[in-house]
């Protein structure tokens, strides 16, 4: 089952929701996209002005409530991946030259661990529930 309406409000009033992750769950919702696609994206793939971005052989498309924090994620980047971990990798830990920032150092954030943040956030929705999967943002059909 999929979340609409009053349930993806709770969503997005999650007390203290960071910009990242905000970011990342209304891209999903609204792009309807795969959670590795998403993930994959780099600054350079964006075209905000028209609210896209490439992935691969197609286009992740988004709406206004990606549209409005997209800028503000991405601030002054001009490359490198769009979501970003929250720290910079440990020396042996070295990930691949295209998943880290150029200019901050830090990683691109990895699937397990935004799938682990959201299901710690939708925990607090429905404490009898262990969360919920990122999957659960794509809108039906």
């Given at each position: 089952m999929n979340w609409q309406?009053?349930?993806?409000?709770?969503?997005?009033?999650l007390p203290n929701l960071p910009l990242?992750?905000?970011?990342l769950w209304r891209l999903l919702h609204e792009s309807a996209a795969g959670v590795k696609a998403v993930l994959s994206l780099n600054i350079e793939d964006l075209d905000l002005d028209d609210r896209r971005a490439r992935t691969g052989n197609t286009w992740v498309n988004w709406r206004s409530g990606t549209d409005r924090l997209?800028?503000?994620?991405v601030a002054d980047r001009i490359r490198g991946p769009?979501?970003?971990s929250d720290r910079?990798?440990?020396p042996s830990r070295t990930p691949q030259e295209t998943d880290l920032c150029p200019?901050?150092?830090r990683r691109r954030l990895s699937y397990e661990r935004a799938e682990y943040l959201f299901k710690q956030a939708t925990k607090t929705l429905d404490p009898a529930s262990h969360g919920y999967t990122l999957h659960r943002l794509k809108p039906r059909h």
């Amino acid at each position: 089952m999929n979340w609409q309406g009053a349930q993806l409000d709770e969503i997005w009033r999650l007390p203290n929701l960071p910009l990242r992750e905000e970011a990342l769950w209304r891209l999903l919702h609204e792009s309807a996209a795969g959670v590795k696609a998403v993930l994959s994206l780099n600054i350079e793939d964006l075209d905000l002005d028209d609210r896209r971005a490439r992935t691969g052989n197609t286009w992740v498309n988004w709406r206004s409530g990606t549209d409005r924090l997209l800028p503000r994620l991405v601030a002054d980047r001009i490359r490198g991946p769009l979501f970003l971990s929250d720290r910079r990798p440990g020396p042996s830990r070295t990930p691949q030259e295209t998943d880290l920032c150029p200019d901050t150092g830090r990683r691109r954030l990895s699937y397990e661990r935004a799938e682990y943040l959201f299901k710690q956030a939708t925990k607090t929705l429905d404490p009898a529930s262990h969360g919920y999967t990122l999957h659960r943002l794509k809108p039906r059909h």
